[in-house]
Each structure stands twice: as C-alpha cells, then as structure tokens.
C-alpha cells in the first residue's frame, strides 16, 4: 500500500514539475516580452525550484569521460568486470595509461547509487587504476535471482577482490569502503586474511563507517536503537508493486531512506533551496547549477532488499557484533585478529552528523594482532558525513592522504 502510493504522488509531481519547467522557461526566456515585467523573474524561479524538486529521478550516469594525468588529457572509458545479480563491479579504464596500483571503491548500498561518489572516483583517477561496486536497485531484481543480506555482501566483495586479482610486480589491490560498506568491507578482509586468500587487498581504508556505532552515537544510531527488531520489520519493509521487474520482492524503499536523512537536516535542505531561489533571481546560474547538481544525485535513490536492511540494522547498529568479536559469516566468527599485514586508514569527519567520532576509528582498535606501523586515523577538520569524500577536503586534504598510504604500503 505504501509503495502505491508513493508511485501515485511521485506520478502526479512528475506532471506538476514538467508543467512547472514549462512555466519557468517561458517566464525567463529573454525573447518572450513578458519575462522583463515585474515579478516575472521571481515567479519563473520559483517555479525552477519546483520543477527540480518534484522531478522524478532514475539512475545517474557517472559521466567521467576524461582525466588529466602529468598534465596530458586522458581518455576514459567504463567496463565491466564482473556483474552479479544485485550488483556489477565497474572499472573506469584509462586509454593508453598502463601500470599504478588497482584501487577498489567500494560504495554504500544505502538508498544512493554509486554515482553519489563520481567526486572520488574523479580525484583518485589520475593516481589509480579505479574500480568501482556499481550495486542494482533491488526492484529491478526478480525474485528468481534469490535474496542479497549482509553475508552475500560481503561474498560479493571476496569476488570483486579476485575478480581483479594481484597487481603483477605492483603488490596488490587496495580497498576503499566509504561509509556503510565498512563493517563489511572489514569483515571480508578478516575473513581473506585468515584464509591467506593472494587477493586479499593492501591497504583498506575506511570513511565515516559505522564500525562500532556505540562510539558518539548520532541521530542514525538513536534511531535504529531506540526501537525494537521487529518495528523495523512491519513499519518500514513494503512489497514491490507490480510493473516492475522485482515485483513481489521485500525491500526498504529509498524514498524512505531519503525521506529521513532530509527530515534530520531539514533546515539545511531548506536553506540550500531557498539560496539557489536567490540565485535564479539574481542570474547567478552557476550557483545555483552547483545546488542542483548536488541534489540531482542526491535524490536520486533506489530500494535496498528487506533482509540486507534488516541484518544490517540487527548486527551493526543494534548487537555491534564485529567490536563485540561475535559477527558470523556462513558459520565462521569474523575474528579481527586474524588481520596482520592490511595496512588501515581510518577517516572521520570532525562533524559527521551520521558515523560519529570513534565509530570508525574503533577500527584500529580491534585488529589487535595488526602492528602499529600499518594503523593510522586521520580526522578531517571542518569536514560533515558528505565532505569526507566529495568537495574541496576530500580533493585537497583527504584524498593526498589516502594515495600516500597507497604508495607506502602497496609493495
């Protein structure tokens, strides 16, 4: 029922935004007469605003098509690797560019597609051969392809990692788990290294990650805490509808998951939307491209499958089973210990609203056996949950320090 009729409104916005879009350009269009009457500017910006905020959204494309390596412009072209049912790995192939250590993004299957990272993706390419977990929206996966939980995420990224092997001569690929995916990236690597698997990465590092949410609790923590199991079983997983490809399927919608993160910082949204009003009206396009662009993607979400979501709030957020040393994956307990030559890199952002200062820095501290020399926490001044790994901090600040820990530690 809910499903429904979201797909009833989110119809009706679509007509709403594309009549809106319609209004707005003929009120701004310099050659119409009645755009230089008074109050048409501030009507045909107000509508501009409607219209991207009611239009609907599907999956964005990264759209990278070129970076500049030792000053000379290079082509870029996506491949796939590997594709699984609920998930591809993606690589962004520099023509022409041979060698550099093979870096593995791993991206939050948290309501957003990877594309919410094209900004890390951009920055690290000159420096790395990029690859990239592109997961699928759960609605467009028929129930035959069988379910996705946190185990086979987890399975998925062991397969990743050996789909893309050893670096020849170069030592090995290295992980980057941005947010969600670093309980799991984490718990594939204890899991790698007790087994001596050749592929197991370098380096892993790990941003703003809930590894132990008992650390600064923020309002996500509260709210996957302050409630029961079972709440989250009958109040936020729905059915797919019929028409598309997963229909009959269990999942945590993402218009959910958006609804929640706007209405925590809802002040903020509304600011940002009030200043690019402001900057329609007074022809500052590029000011308010950037506010657009940024909401473009970040509305732009799809369905998680309802046990994924479900063990995740079970074993990360509610039993903390990775610090607590009791996560299992397929009957084996995930013993960080087991870690002794990954190099880690910790990030935080001093003010994330979302992984608080510790959660991921704890980290560090239960890979007991893992020497000190391969430990390292950086916090990120001035810099929130988004800034970690787009923006200027991320470019000029955060993203030095990661391609050193490569280089140091990928022999």
Not at 108 to 122: D, K, Q
Not at 221 to 237: C, D, G, K, M
Request: charged letters at 20%; one cysteine or more.
């Amino acid at each position: 029922m809910l499903y429904n009729a979201y797909e009833m409104q989110r119809s009706m916005l679509a007509g709403a935004s594309a009549m809106a879009g319609f209004g707005a350009e003929f009120l701004n269009n310099p050659v119409n007469p009645i755009s230089y009457m008074g109050g048409s500017a501030l009507i045909g910006s107000a509508l501009e605003v409607f219209a991207h905020a009611a239009a609907p959204r599907g999956k964005p494309a990264f759209g990278l098509a070129t970076t500049t390596i030792d000053g000379k412009v290079v082509a870029v072209t996506e491949e796939i690797v590997a594709q699984k049912p609920f998930g591809q790995l993606k690589r962004f192939k520099r023509e022409g560019v041979e060698g550099g250590p093979k870096l593995l993004i791993v991206a939050p299957m948290s309501g957003h597609y990877a594309t919410l990272l094209r900004g890390t993706v951009e920055r690290m390419l000159p420096s790395a051969d990029v690859y990239i977990t592109d997961w699928r929206d759960a609605k467009l996966v028929p129930l035959s392809d069988g379910k996705f939980d946190l185990e086979n995420y987890v399975d998925y990224i062991v397969d990743f990692l050996e789909a893309i092997g050893l670096n020849e001569g170069e030592g090995g690929t290295h992980m980057l788990a941005v947010c969600q995916p670093s309980v799991p990236c984490y718990a594939a690597v204890a899991l790698m290294s007790a087994d001596k698997n050749p592929a197991r990465p370098k380096t892993l590092t790990m941003m703003g990650g809930p590894v132990d949410t008992r650390m600064a609790p923020t309002a996500v923590n509260t709210l996957a805490t302050e409630r029961p199991f079972s709440w989250f079983e009958q109040n936020v997983i729905v059915t797919v509808p019929a028409g598309y490809p997963g229909a009959g399927r269990k999942v945590y919608p993402g218009f959910l998951q958006l609804a929640g993160f706007m209405s925590m910082n809802l002040g903020n949204h509304l600011m940002s939307h009030w200043e690019m009003f402001k900057h329609l009206v007074q022809g500052d396009d590029e000011g308010a491209d950037a506010t657009k662009d940024f909401y473009e993607e970040y509305r732009s979400v799809c369905d998680m499958t309802a046990e994924f979501y479900l063990q995740t709030i079970d074993v990360v957020f509610q039993d903390h089973s990775l610090p607590k040393g009791t996560m299992m994956h397929r009957g084996r307990r995930v013993d960080p210990a087991a870690i002794t030559d990954v190099a880690i890199l910790a990030i935080e952002g001093e003010r994330d609203d979302i992984s608080g200062l510790g959660q991921t820095k704890a980290a560090l501290d239960i890979a007991t056996k893992l020497n000190a020399s391969k430990k390292k926490y950086l916090i990120a001044q001035g810099a929130g949950h988004y800034g970690i790994f787009n923006g200027s901090k991320w470019r000029d600040k955060i993203a030095p320090c990661v391609e050193e820990w490569i280089a140091t530690h990928g022999a």
